[in-house]
């Protein structure tokens, strides 16, 4: 079952140069993969990026990924269909996070000419889907990325930066690495998901412990995200939210609370995944800019009389 709930915002902040690469201090780790152990020096590091590295390993090793890979198959698609809404061809683009390129998949040749799909996973980048889009694979950290300045066209993300430590730091990388006028599109999830599993969770401990902890990781909030990405140094933002519901057939016996409380009348449990969809542009001169304040020639005022002046129009001609 997926139900749907879309709400648009938007953000336009001026003209911002592009971030110095003395600000982000990352080009000496020439292959883009975290050395074990190493952290961004300015984040609380709430992620084992090691770790994460082994989990995305181990998960591509398995015989039928496809079987589980259902909600980044939607995801990904998604973000393609946000490309092809652009009206203009991309030659270079990079997927960040790739996993097994559930983008690219969706791409086709005319609109992408070259695509770099980076991943802190080798076994992920092993296994990448088929494109007809010539791809790169480069072995790459999200905190950490090797390319030059002033790169890629297009940079997408699909459900890969809820796990970095730094998401300001990782949002200027990308800025860095676009072209003027190039744009990023990037999905991740949102803080509503899976609300009906720490709903219960904190109710259970509550009542058995009297107090309760974090069970899943945190997420980042919609407004703080338009605020991360115009500090960045995109502008003309856009970021809209989905909610993708999915009906399990059961769950452990660890987890009846969940069922007593949220399943359907089918018995089925439900999740539901907010995904944050964000587009953000690098600035470039050729770029629509908003008017100076107060250079307006018409009123707010005066618009209710626009039909008026259109009938009387009508009647002259």
Same mark, same amino acid.
């Given at each position: 079952?997926?139900?749907?709930?879309?709400?648009?915002?938007?953000?336009?902040?001026?003209?911002?140069a592009?971030?110095?690469?003395?600000?982000?201090?990352? @080009? $000496?780790?020439?292959?883009?993969?975290?050395?074990? =152990? *190493?952290?961004?020096?300015?984040? +609380?590091n709430i992620?084992? !990026? %090691?770790?994460k590295?082994?989990?995305?390993?181990?998960?591509?090793?398995?015989?039928?990924? @496809? $079987?589980?890979?259902?909600?980044?198959?939607?995801? =990904? *698609?998604?973000?393609?269909?946000? +490309?092809y809404?652009?009206? !203009? %061809?991309?030659?270079?683009?990079?997927?960040?996070?790739?996993?097994?390129?559930?983008?690219?998949?969706?791409?086709?040749k005319?609109?992408?000419?070259?695509?770099?799909?980076?991943?802190?996973?080798?076994?992920?980048?092993k296994?990448?889907?088929?494109?007809?889009?010539?791809?790169?694979?480069?072995?790459?950290?999200?905190?950490?990325?090797p390319?030059?300045?002033?790169?890629?066209?297009?940079?997408?993300?699909?459900?890969?930066?809820?796990w970095?430590?730094?998401?300001?730091?990782?949002?200027?990388?990308?800025?860095?690495?676009?072209?003027?006028?190039?744009?990023?599109?990037?999905?991740?999830?949102?803080?509503d998901?899976?609300?009906?599993?720490?709903?219960?969770?904190?109710?259970?401990?509550t009542?058995?412990?009297?107090?309760?902890?974090?069970?899943?990781?945190?997420?980042?909030?919609?407004?703080?995200?338009g605020?991360?990405?115009g500090?960045?140094?995109?502008?003309?933002?856009?970021?809209?939210?989905?909610?993708?519901?999915v009906?399990?057939?059961?769950?452990f016996?660890?987890?009846?609370?969940?069922q007593?409380?949220?399943?359907?009348?089918?018995?089925?449990?439900p999740a539901?995944?907010?995904?944050?969809?964000?587009?953000?542009?690098k600035?470039?001169?050729?770029?629509?800019?908003?008017?100076?304040?107060?250079?307006?020639?018409?009123?707010?005022?005066?618009?209710?009389?626009?039909?008026?002046?259109?009938?009387?129009?009508?009647?002259?001609?």
């Amino acid at each position: 079952m997926l139900r749907l709930t879309r709400v648009w915002l938007l953000w336009r902040r001026p003209p911002a140069a592009g971030v110095p690469a003395k600000n982000l201090g990352l @080009r $000496k780790v020439a292959s883009g993969v975290s050395p074990p =152990g *190493s952290a961004s020096p300015r984040a +609380v590091n709430i992620f084992d !990026r %090691d770790l994460k590295r082994k989990q995305k390993n181990w998960a591509a090793r398995q015989p039928e990924p @496809r $079987k589980f890979d259902y909600l980044k198959e939607e995801v =990904g *698609s998604r973000i393609a269909d946000r +490309v092809y809404d652009i009206a !203009r %061809d991309f030659p270079l683009a990079l997927d960040l996070g790739c996993g097994r390129g559930y983008i690219a998949q969706h791409l086709n040749k005319e609109t992408v000419g070259k695509f770099f799909q980076a991943d802190i996973a080798e076994n992920a980048l092993k296994n990448t889907l088929e494109t007809e889009i010539p791809t790169v694979s480069v072995l790459a950290d999200e905190e950490f990325l090797p390319f030059r300045e002033n790169t890629f066209d297009l940079v997408v993300s699909s459900l890969s930066l809820h796990w970095v430590n730094d998401l300001p730091r990782a949002l200027e990388q990308i800025h860095y690495v676009l072209k003027p006028d190039g744009v990023f599109l990037g999905a991740m999830f949102g803080g509503d998901t899976l609300y009906e599993l720490r709903c219960s969770l904190q109710l259970a401990e509550t009542e058995r412990e009297g107090g309760f902890s974090p069970h899943v990781s945190p997420f980042t909030a919609v407004n703080d995200l338009g605020h991360l990405l115009g500090r960045a140094g995109f502008n003309t933002l856009t970021v809209d939210t989905d909610e993708i519901q999915v009906n399990y057939p059961g769950m452990f016996e660890l987890m009846e609370d969940l069922q007593e409380m949220y399943r359907n009348e089918d018995g089925s449990v439900p999740a539901t995944y907010q995904i944050y969809y964000m587009i953000g542009w690098k600035y470039h001169d050729s770029q629509a800019r908003p008017a100076e304040r107060g250079s307006a020639t018409v009123s707010f005022g005066e618009l209710g009389k626009i039909n008026s002046l259109m009938s009387q129009e009508k009647k002259s001609q």
